[in-house]
């Protein structure tokens, strides 16, 4: 019974980073219809998506430092309550500043859930599983691309898009009584996920390098896989969908395969995962001309950018320097700047150079971090610990479950 209450805590969690990534990405979505309601230009809509980021890169360290006396359990829910409240606003405001308004404090709820979420999500299990356990909790957000998204966007273009959106907020509210009911109530300082397993502050912050870049990279090349598609490649407008489908079901496939990797080995597993992404995307830049090759390669580089998740969480909660949940926010916050300076690094060489130029540059930073991956090697440790798994603990710490 208790096995089956930390599964279904756990089922909650990543139920958690599906709405959280669902609800960040709607409005690209649902871009046109939310302008023509609101009554403003599709750019401002498009800037609701760049302010959410810009929280959660402003507010994951501050107010992870701010809560981290309150209990997983009474946090966690009080944040899916705050999305609730946010997300119903969304719908019934009566104009865009309110709608902002919205959006904004729905992000700062972001920005501490996906501190909190990956060491609340450890601490149910013994630390043996841990990449297992992030992967689950990971995966929420790549079904949330593969299937939120797409749903929420096809909802709304047929009932309106505040449709889409209390559909989500009805959701949360499903998603907040599983965690209340079911997540432990520990202390954030208690158990073994609190810190980490072996603190390494230069190991710590070389991960954040590699985060923004490899992020960046990916985030250059993905934003403008339409044009790449159907300019480079050659396929259709309508075949765009089903393209999108093939790399989200491979992202998804990624991450659950990666999680006993992580466990076993999670720096070559971070430095395989980077690498596939680099390797992906020079192909892609190199062979996109060719339709069933630009397919093969972009789910290869979903793949490898949702494994790459899985490997980050699992090696922030062995490396953090200090409190594992200031570690995460402070991983969270890095991921955002990566999004952001992908994005823009993307748009511009877009006019110059295409969409190929883009593929080109998410490329060349993806090789920079593999570059700074494998640097890991060369940084000295103080003991003699192995440097590729952490020992299993003799004893399973108490209240923690198989998987």
Do not use: K
Not at 36 to 61: F, H, K, M, N, Q
Not at 226 to 238: Q, W
Not at 242 to 263: E, H, N, W, Y
């Amino acid at each position: 019974m208790r096995n089956r209450r930390a599964v279904g805590a756990l089922i909650g969690l990543a139920g958690g980073t599906f709405l959280y990534t669902t609800a960040e990405a709607l409005p690209i979505g649902l871009l046109l219809p939310m302008a023509a309601d609101l009554g403003v230009p599709p750019t401002r809509v498009g800037a609701l998506v760049t302010a959410y980021g810009a929280v959660v890169v402003a507010l994951s360290i501050p107010l992870t430092a701010l809560a981290r006396r309150i209990p997983r359990r009474r946090l966690l829910s009080a944040l899916l309550a705050g999305f609730v409240v946010s997300t119903v606003t969304t719908v019934f405001a009566s104009g865009f500043a309110l709608v902002l308004v919205a959006r904004l404090a729905t992000a700062a709820t972001h920005a501490l859930f996906w501190a909190v979420v990956v060491p609340a999500a450890a601490e149910l299990f013994r630390p043996g599983v841990r990449g297992r356990v992030v992967a689950v909790v990971f995966a929420g957000g790549n079904v949330a691309l593969v299937l939120g998204v797409p749903a929420g966007t096809w909802l709304g273009e047929r009932a309106g898009w505040q449709a889409s959106f209390l559909a989500v907020a009805g959701l949360g509210a499903i998603v907040l009584v599983t965690v209340a009911a079911l997540l432990p109530s520990t202390r954030p300082d208690e158990g073994h996920a609190a810190r980490g397993a072996t603190p390494d502050a230069r190991r710590f912050w070389l991960l954040v390098g590699v985060a923004v870049l490899t992020t960046a990279g990916a985030i250059a090349a993905y934003t403008y896989v339409a044009l790449f598609v159907t300019e480079v490649s050659g396929l259709a407008a309508a075949s765009l969908g089903a393209v999108l489908l093939v790399r989200g079901v491979a992202s998804v496939l990624g991450i659950l395969a990666f999680g006993g990797f992580v466990d076993r080995r999670p720096w070559p597993a971070l430095v395989l995962t980077v690498g596939l992404q680099a390797v992906a995307l020079v192909g892609l830049y190199a062979l996109g001309g060719w339709p069933a090759a630009a397919v093969t390669l972009l789910a290869l580089s979903g793949l490898a950018f949702a494994a790459f998740t899985a490997a980050l969480g699992g090696l922030v909660l062995r490396v953090a320097p200090g409190r594992s949940d200031l570690a995460a926010a402070t991983l969270s916050a890095a991921v955002n700047v990566g999004i952001t300076a992908g994005a823009w690094l993307g748009g511009l060489v877009l006019p110059s150079h295409g969409p190929r130029g883009a593929v080109l540059v998410g490329a060349l930073l993806g090789l920079v971090a593999l570059a700074l991956a494998l640097a890991e090697r060369l940084l000295p440790y103080a003991d003699s610990r192995t440097p590729d798994v952490a020992p299993e603990p003799t004893t399973v710490p108490r209240g923690a479950r198989t998987l």
